[in-house]
């Protein structure tokens, strides 16, 4: 008479394998979407830090004055610039402008005339010297996700003369 199924031993071989397998397929589960929220995270800082650097730039190549200490070594982490806007030939419709832009926790404000916004949300330090008619501006920048990702960029901005 032959007997037809498994044995004990068998049956404990195939649930290991078989945890073993699904040890294994959640694991590479985990690390898809762990490494996608990383690089996520990485990318909105990323995008902050260029959006952020291209209006500093800008706002300091129209500025003729700043809050800055000329030749001060310390950097400062908030920076007021002024500039009259002269765009029509006459004074009485020359216009002043003033921007400002302050570190608030991990929230980087700037105050155009008057209207303030958020323009980064992920901002870990601000830094401003002037140096004669050069501005070197410090800007770091970090992820929220589980690995913390640092991303910091150093510029100089060279001021008009007039």
């Given at each position: 008479m032959s007997q037809k199924g498994f044995t004990l031993l068998e049956l404990l071989v195939s649930v290991a394998i078989a945890g073993l397998v699904m040890?294994?397929?959640?694991?590479?589960?985990?690390?898809?979407?762990?490494?996608?929220?990383?690089?996520?995270?990485?990318f909105i800082a990323l995008n902050e830090l260029a959006y952020i650097t291209g209006?500093?730039?800008?706002?300091?190549?129209?500025?003729?004055?700043?809050?800055?200490?000329?030749?001060?070594?310390?950097?400062?982490?908030?920076?007021?610039?002024?500039?009259?806007?002269?765009t029509s030939f006459t004074t009485a419709n020359e216009s002043v402008h003033g921007v400002t832009y302050t570190l608030s926790g991990s929230e980087l404000l700037r105050n155009y005339d008057g209207n303030a916004r958020i323009i980064g949300r992920h901002i870990t330090y601000l830094g401003f010297i002037q140096n004669d008619n050069i501005i070197t501006c410090n800007v770091s920048a970090s992820s929220s996700s589980f690995a913390e990702r640092n991303k910091n960029l150093v510029f100089d901005v060279i001021l008009r003369t007039w």
């Open positions: 040890v294994a397929a959640v694991s590479v589960i985990f690390h898809i979407f762990y490494g996608g929220m990383r690089n996520s995270d990485q209006l500093i730039k800008s706002d300091i190549q129209m500025a003729q004055y700043t809050s800055l200490t000329d030749g001060d070594p310390t950097p400062q982490n908030s920076l007021e610039l002024m500039w009259v806007d002269y």
